[in-house]
C-alpha cells in the first residue's frame, strides 16, 4: 500500500459534511480521491466541497477507480451488500456506525473480511477522541478506586416530521429506531471503559408517537469486570440530553457521552476534586480517521477493527430481540411482529 490512503467515498450526506469528511483530507497520509453519490450533481458539489478530482454515481465505477480504502457512509440497511462488494474488490473499508443492521450482517461481514485478510474498520470514533481516553486512563488508574456501577440516562425530542421522512425510521434501510441509531455509540463506549457487557435484560416500548419502532428502552446489564449497571432511553422526550455517573469504592465520576459537558469526579464526600473538558476536533472523527490511516500504513494500532466492536451488536439485538420479535433473521421485512413480546 502506497504511503497515502486514497479514499473513495460511498455517500456524503450530513455526517460526512458536518463529521468526518473533512478529516480525510486534513489528517497527514490521507486523501479523498473520489466521491460517489447516487444523484451525479450532487456527487460533484460534494468533491468540489472536499477537493476530491473525481466523482461518480455507481459504486461499480468508484470501485474502478485508484483508491485503496473506501468510507462508506450510506444507511446501515445498505452496508453489507456495499461493504462486500468493496471486499470482492479488495479494498479496506471503514463504516459508519451501525454497522449493520442486526448482528447476523456485523459478524457475516467480519468473518468476511477477516477471512480474506482485508481491514474493516467501524466509527466508533469516541474510542478515539481525547476525552474518553482519557476517563478510560483515570478508570485504570482507579482515581475513583473500583468502579463498583454505572447508571446512564439519555433523552431524545421526538420529530414527527423525521419520522416521515428520515430513512432513520424505516427499518429497511435503518435497521431500527432511534435507540438503535444512538445506543452504539454508548453501548460501544460502555465496553470500551468500562468491560464487555455480558449479561443484559430489557424492557422495550413504542409510545404516542404512531411511528412503529422503539422509543423507550431500560437496560440492566453486568460487564466482565464486575460492573453493575443501568441504561434508560427516552427518545419521546421534550429535551435533548444525556448523563453517566459511575461510582467507584472511593469516589464518582459523571460525564456526558453524546454531549459537550464538563467530566465532574468527586470524592467519597461529594467533594470536586477534578474538573475538566476536552474539546473535540473540529471534525469529530478526525482523531478515529487518523488511528484508521495509521493502522493501515502499519504505524499503530486501531482500536475500532470489526472484531472489536462486534459484541456491541450482539447486546444491542438482545436488548431490543423482546420487542421485535427476533432480530437474527431479516425482521425489517416483518412490521407485525413489532412489539408483540411486549
Known amino acids: 500500500m502506497s504511503k497515502m490512503i486514497r479514499w473513495g467515498f460511498l455517500g456524503c450526506g450530513k455526517v460526512v459534511q458536518k463529521k468526518s469528511g473533512e478529516a480525510f483530507r486534513t489528517v497527514p497520509n490521507s486523501t479523498i480521491s473520489v466521491i460517489m453519490r447516487r444523484d451525479l450533481k450532487a456527487a460533484e458539489e460534494s468533491a468540489i466541497r472536499f477537493g476530491a478530482p473525481q466523482w461518480c454515481d455507481s459504486i461499480e465505477e468508484l470501485l474502478s477507480k485508484d483508491i485503496d480504502a473506501v468510507y462508506i457512509a450510506t444507511p446501515p440497511g445498505m452496508h453489507y451488500e456495499q461493504a462486500m462488494k468493496c471486499l470482492e474488490a479488495g479494498k479496506a473499508v471503514y463504516l459508519e456506525k451501525p454497522f449493520a443492521r442486526n448482528y447476523t450482517e456485523a459478524k457475516a461481514l467480519t468473518e468476511?473480511?477477516?477471512?480474506?485478510?482485508v481491514p474493516l474498520y467501524v466509527g466508533h470514533y469516541r474510542r478515539a477522541l481525547p476525552r474518553f481516553l482519557k476517563l478510560r486512563e483515570m478508570l485504570n488508574s482507579k482515581v475513583i478506586g473500583d468502579v463498583v456501577s454505572i447508571d446512564f440516562y439519555l433523552?431524545?425530542?421526538?420529530s414527527e416530521k423525521e419520522a416521515q421522512n428520515s430513512w432513520l425510521y424505516n427499518p429497511v434501510l435503518s435497521g431500527g429506531g432511534k435507540y438503535f441509531d444512538i445506543a452504539p455509540h454508548t453501548v460501544d463506549i460502555i465496553?470500551?471503559?468500562?468491560?464487555?457487557?455480558?449479561?443484559v435484560e430489557s424492557d422495550v416500548k413504542n409510545i404516542g408517537t404512531g411511528c412503529p419502532l422503539e422509543n423507550i428502552v431500560e437496560m440492566k446489564f453486568t460487564t466482565n469486570k464486575g460492573v453493575l449497571g443501568k441504561a434508560l432511553f427516552h427518545c419521546v422526550a421534550d429535551v435533548?440530553?444525556?448523563?453517566?455517573?459511575?461510582i467507584g469504592t472511593n469516589g464518582s465520576m459523571e460525564f456526558s457521552v453524546h454531549g459537550k459537558t464538563d467530566v465532574i469526579v468527586r470524592d467519597l464526600e461529594g467533594n470536586v476534586i477534578e474538573q475538566f473538558d476536552l474539546p473535540d476536533p473540529?471534525?469529530?472523527?478526525e482523531s478515529m480517521v487518523r488511528s484508521?490511516?495509521?493502522d493501515l500504513l502499519g504505524i499503530s494500532k486501531c482500536e475500532s477493527k470489526a472484531r472489536e466492536v462486534l459484541v456491541t451488536?450482539?447486546?444491542?439485538?438482545?436488548?431490543?430481540?423482546?420487542?421485535?420479535?427476533g432480530r437474527s433473521d431479516d425482521f425489517w421485512n416483518h412490521q407485525e411482529r413489532y412489539g408483540i413480546m411486549n
Do not use: P, W
Not at 112 to 117: H, S, Y
Not at 313 to 325: A, E, N, S
Open 282 to 285: 473540529a471534525a469529530v472523527e
Open 240 to 246: 435533548k440530553s444525556d448523563r453517566m455517573q459511575v
Open 313 to 325: 451488536y450482539d447486546i444491542i439485538d438482545r436488548v431490543l430481540d423482546c420487542f421485535y420479535g
Open 155 to 158: 433523552n431524545r425530542i421526538f
Open 292 to 294: 484508521v490511516v495509521e
Open 112 to 117: 468476511a473480511f477477516e477471512e480474506k485478510g
Open 191 to 199: 465496553n470500551f471503559l468500562f468491560g464487555d457487557i455480558t449479561t
